[in-house]
């Protein structure tokens, strides 16, 4: 089971898609298919100004944040999303709060308008 861990996968800069950097993400799904898929959700510990409605803080405060593997609060960004092999995951950090697991649906459905 891949879904709610947190793992460091190469992401694309925003301004140079050819370009990537190892970052965290976490699994929104199990692998999918043949070629073992896993949709991933973008992972800053750079401060965020201005939050969005599709953004979720990790804080580092929190009871379970050891278990992430993270090593500062850190801001899940549901809307950099990306679909990847497994194959592509440098290694596992840790794992997603249970607490978040609702809160990751709900921020998602509201995202994709899926709650209408």
Known sequence: MIRNKIVLVPFPYEDNPSEKKVRPAVCLTNTIGQKKQVVLAFITSQTV???FDS????NEGDDDFNNT???TSST???HKLITLSSATIARDLGVLPNKLHGT??????????LDK
Do not use: A, Y
Not at 55 to 58: A, E, M, N, S, T
Not at 104 to 113: A, D, G, M, P, S
């Open 69 to 71: 593997g993270l090593k």
């Open 76 to 78: 899940i960004r549901l």
């Open 55 to 58: 953004d979720l803080p990790i």
């Open 49 to 51: 100004k201005e939050l």
């Open 104 to 113: 990751i649906k709900t921020k998602i459905k509201q995202l994709f308008h």
